[in-house]
T-cell receptor, first 116, second 113 residues
């Protein structure tokens, strides 16, 4: 299995809703990432988990809450989002531990989030 | 500061023509370099990567890239473009001592029949 699976593929939520994005990989990767991508822009790093511990938070607003229940799963909990948070949210995983040999990320196909 | 520059925002080529997408980087440490492709509404797919060794790297879908340290470049090439190559292409740089990849702004490739 060489894939990163993200669910749901599309999500529409109101500003008062609580929802979660899910990401799963079975490649034995020990680092997992959340990226946000606006239209016609490159991906922007949000969070990095290494060995199930949060290692990087790129000053992301607290309305985004990441969780890594085990080495294969990564969640992003959403609450009280704003319309400007509408974007493609990408999950990625990598083979190496942090500060090791970066072998390149494997990306999921993303969740298209629309906040109304 | 660390950065990646893709000078061409949009490139249009005819099917069957050759292609070169430019990437320049500024990075203090020894760089690891990547090219990703993204079709509309999709995630990013790794085309190829360079860590060390042979500076000409072969990737998937007939792509190759050449690392030129003296020019701080890692340009992507393909000898004959297919219509299915139309997509957004991102160059990215990382290193052994960081979790982050720094992405360029991307180049949109359009292919005419």
């Amino acid at each position: 299995d060489t894939e990163v699976t993200q669910t749901p593929k599309h999500l529409v939520m109101g500003m008062t809703n609580k929802k979660s994005l899910k990401c799963e990989q079975h490649m034995g990767h020990r680092a997992m990432y959340w990226y946000k991508q606006k239209a016609k822009k490159p991906p922007e790093l949000m969070f990095v988990y290494s060995y199930e511990k949060l290692s990087i938070n790129e000053s992301v607003p607290s309305r985004f809450s990441p969780e890594c229940p085990n080495s294969s799963l990564l969640n992003l909990h959403l609450h009280a989002l704003q319309p400007e948070d509408s974007a493609l949210y990408l999950c990625a995983s990598s083979q190496a531990p942090p500060r090791g040999d970066s072998r390149g990320y494997t990306f999921g196909s993303g969740t298209r989030l629309t906040v109304v | 500061a660390q950065s990646v520059t893709q000078p061409d925002i949009h490139i249009t080529v005819s099917e069957g023509a050759s292609l070169e997408l430019r990437c320049n980087y500024s990075y203090g440490a020894t760089p690891y370099l990547f090219w990703y492709v993204q079709s509309p509404g999709q995630g990013l797919q790794l085309l190829l990567k360079y860590f060390s060794g042979d500076t000409l790297v072969q990737g998937i879908k007939g792509f190759e890239a050449e690392f030129k340290r003296s020019q701080s470049s890692f340009n992507l090439r393909k000898p004959s473009v297919h219509w299915s190559d139309a997509a957004e292409y991102f160059c990215a740089v990382g290193s052994y001592n960081t979790d982050k990849l720094i992405f360029g702004t991307g180049t949109r490739l359009q292919v005419f029949p």
